[in-house]
């Protein structure tokens, strides 16, 4: 690229101009050209180790002109071949483009120094502009040598180590053969992924000559034969320049637009353009190169003695630069040309800093003049090795341990235009020394895509991704990056875009309905505040009530024949219980605590206890009055209130007992239950020792049989006396009542199970108050002539 010459005489002038850069001393320089051959490459070489015009290597007889140091080359394969023969001499190379080493070739050559930063933290940038952009199916293209082969072997582990698949790998040929690309063309790619894959959008270009080239022709011939467009963003390494051959002024270069490539960080010198507007074919003398470029960038010849076939017309000499297409020329310094530039100062730098060096020990020996012939090349290697100074830019320059340049990378944004111009936009930066992931910064807004994607952002994956509240399963005989999207289970959630796996929420949270988050589950009992609560506590207060006005009714007729026949002491025991037990029911509504736990269960059985043994006592005080009735009955003496205390004594002291032993082994306890309840955490009272819960209410039915039982053969009594008949009723209903709250309750959680004691407690509390009392008190106060004492004799 004929801007890499121009940048070297420029740097050249500008230090010769400089009086404190080598006082006294005229820096020179002398350019060949390889050519691409090794062997044009290692005969440029020798023929700098000889004199001039002559090629005698080891042998210069010139004292005035000295080999100081060689720039150079822009490909590994260049600098290769140039290290071998300086290596022998030591002489510094400073190599303006990307030394690969495939054979740690960098070690055989300590006199090498590499003007770009090292190629491995280029690749880590290609990784996270990949993951920037979430891009994870990816086509790649390398030429087919070693270096392209080292290139593979790198970036494969890193693409694989951060969830990044390529579709397909194409190696292009290592030189521009017709016959190969003609196989390559009609053969290999015509049915291709690079063409027919629309999931790829992404592309990764290792841009080692002759990469471009050779996508180019692949470009140029997808147009030739009419297959698809490739609509592509192409993601290119460092090496690549927008250069092109004079006979490739005219092909299409729009699928390169919006390319992202990176490239070493480069600043235009002062008065660089200055410089390049100077530039005329009259430097002829001293160039062997411009007249070439010159002919080939306007398309004219120089002189009529030039190959003129087509009889075009004779340049004048005053073309303009600027008017070249910027695929032919860049008017703004390239990096490949602004690493030239730095190599210059790098060189001169060192030299000045060994040259003063040495005249301040002259100085010290009485020595005036300053011997620079007597100075050898390999002397200036410690000193590049130590060198540190800021160019022109403000850019520190200097070497890190491997003899390479530290500095970093800028990504740019290509845009094209139908002239076939192109312009470079930096949209971000690759800093090496940046906190390890935030090593690339990108300006979004700034980047424009390729014009197929209309400026959205493009999607290179091999699937949609898998969103929140699914999971990534594996397709069979497909790469990773391929897979289907799962649904997650129920009680488990993905909080991001394709994960692995669901996780399950803590026990104290629960899946919202879409399954991408959790959420604090709620707790839940029955409170009072609820309209399930707000009906058992009416319903408590209006039994309550009941309660305590039949208690009150027959208070006021205490005197009265029916109320003395049933006994006041255990009517009023069996109403006072009665209002304990609809009492009793407040316990199991609200927050369950240590107090209300303790006392819900064993309070209800020893109350219901207490209810059953009287009413057990009051059924056998009904038999034995009409048995003690006949005549010679030996019974009359068990009539009274010692019988009955004994009955309710004995009957409740076994419950209290059961409790007791519950109290002082595994009492009840506030509890909650993190699983029963979908998005809730049931507050609920542990029972503590299940048998002993079952025991009170086993307790209890034994009772409720027992009364059952007796009050049923007591059935056929006088109606006078047929109080068994209403006992008989309200055992049935109360058996009834408890024989289904047992199955309900097993099979309910929560505030539910709670509601269904409560419902069992209440209705078989008012069964028994309305069996055994509302008989009576429908005859105390609708009936009152019924209420006398001729009534409730037996009669014959």
Not at 609 to 633: E, Q, R
Request: with cysteine; proline share 5%; charged share 15%.
């Amino acid at each position: 690229m004929y801007q890499h010459i121009l940048a070297l005489a420029f740097a050249v002038k500008e230090i010769n101009r400089n009086p404190e850069l080598l006082q006294n001393t005229t820096l020179g320089f002398h350019i060949v050209n390889n050519c691409f051959p090794a062997r044009i490459t290692y005969k440029a070489i020798l023929s700098l180790l000889s004199t001039k015009q002559k090629f005698v290597p080891n042998f210069t007889c010139d004292l005035k002109k000295m080999f100081i140091a060689a720039i150079g080359g822009r490909l590994t394969e260049t600098s290769f071949n140039m290290a071998t023969v300086l290596a022998n001499y030591k002489i510094p190379q400073l190599a303006y483009g990307t030394f690969t080493s495939v054979h740690s070739e960098k070690n055989l050559f300590p006199s090498l120094f590499q003007m770009v930063p090292d190629e491995m933290n280029q690749y880590i940038g290609v990784i996270q502009l990949l993951q920037h952009f979430g891009w994870n199916w990816i086509g790649i293209l390398a030429v087919d040598d070693d270096y392209g082969d080292m290139f593979l072997q790198k970036i494969e582990p890193l693409l694989s180590q951060n969830n990044i698949c390529y579709a397909f790998i194409r190696r292009t040929p290592r030189k521009a053969y017709i016959d190969e690309y003609v196989q390559l063309i009609t053969v290999e790619l015509r049915y291709d992924k690079l063409f027919v894959d629309d999931k790829v959008k992404v592309c990764l270009i290792y841009a080692l000559i002759p990469a471009m080239e050779n996508l180019r022709v692949i470009i140029l011939a997808a147009s030739i034969f009419s297959w698809p467009p490739l609509s592509k963003v192409w993601i290119v390494t460092s090496h690549w320049n927008f250069e092109s051959m004079s006979f490739q002024r005219l092909w299409d270069i729009q699928s390169f637009y919006g390319a992202l490539s990176f490239a070493v960080r480069s600043k235009e010198p002062p008065r660089f353009q200055e410089f390049l507007h100077s530039v005329r074919p009259s430097w002829a003398r001293e160039d062997n190169f411009i007249q070439n470029f010159w002919e080939q960038a306007f398309d004219c010849p120089l002189h009529i003695s030039s190959i003129n076939e087509d009889n075009k017309l004779l340049c004048t000499g005053d073309e303009k630069l600027e008017s070249v297409p910027s695929i032919l020329f860049e008017m703004s310094m390239s990096g490949h040309s602004y690493n030239i530039y730095n190599a210059v100062y790098v060189m001169v730098h060192s030299l000045h800093v060994l040259l003063k060096s040495r005249s301040r020990r002259r100085n010290a020996l009485g020595k005036e003049q300053v011997i620079f012939q007597d100075l050898q090349p390999w002397q200036l290697n410690s000193a590049l090795k130590r060198i540190v100074f800021n160019n022109s830019m403000g850019d520190t320059i200097t070497f890190d341990e491997n003899r390479q340049l530290i500095a970093g990378f800028d990504v740019i944004n290509w845009i094209t235009f139908p002239n076939n111009s192109v312009s470079r936009v930096k949209v971000g930066t690759l800093e090496s020394w940046a906190p390890p992931g935030k090593e690339l910064t990108l300006d979004d807004n700034q980047i424009v895509w390729h014009r197929s994607f209309n400026q959205v952002l493009p999607l290179s994956v091999c699937n949609d991704h898998c969103y929140p509240g699914s999971s990534r399963k594996k397709k069979e005989g497909e790469k990773f990056c391929c897979y289907d999207c799962v649904t997650c289970s129920e009680g488990q959630i993905s909080g991001g875009i394709d994960m692995d796996v669901c996780m399950k929420c803590p026990e104290n949270e629960y899946p919202n309905n879409i399954q991408n988050q959790c959420i604090p589950k709620a707790f839940t009992y029955l409170s009072y505040i609820e309209p399930l609560g707000i009906l058992f506590v009416i319903l408590v207060i209006v039994f309550s009530l009941i309660t305590v006005l039949v208690l009150g009714i027959f208070w006021m007729h205490r005197e009265t024949p029916i109320v003395k026949a049933n006994n006041w002491s255990l009517t009023c025991t069996i109403l006072l219980s009665l209002l304990f037990c609809f009492l009793c029911s407040f316990l199991f509504i609200g927050r369950p605590k240590k107090i209300t736990c303790l006392l819900r269960q064993m309070t209800f059985g020893i109350t219901f206890s207490v209810v059953l043994s009287s009413v057990l006592a009051k059924t056998m005080t009904v038999i034995l009055a009409f048995v003690a009735t006949k005549p010679g009955s030996g019974l009359r003496k068990w009539i009274g209130r010692r019988l009955a205390n004994s009955i309710v004594i004995s009957g409740s002291f076994i419950q209290v007992g059961i409790c007791i032993v519950w109290l002082n082994t595994y009492p009840p306890f506030p509890d909650t239950d993190l699983h029963s309840g979908k998005g809730e955490i049931i507050m609920e009272c542990n029972e503590g020792s299940v048998i002993l819960f079952y025991s009170v209410l086993g307790y209890i039915g034994f009772l409720a049989i027992v009364n059952f039982n007796i009050a049923f053969q007591a059935r056929k009594l006088p109606n006078s006396f047929n109080e068994a008949k209403f006992i008989t009723f309200s055992m049935l209903v109360f058996c009834s009542v408890w024989l289904s709250f047992v199955p309900t309750y097993l099979s309910t959680k929560g505030k539910y199970m709670v509601a269904v004691e409560i419902f069992s407690i209440l209705s078989s509390s008012a069964g028994l108050l309305g069996c055994i009392f509302f008989p009576k008190c429908y005859i105390i106060l609708l009936r009152p002539e019924m209420n006398k004492k001729e009534n409730l004799i037996r009669k014959e």
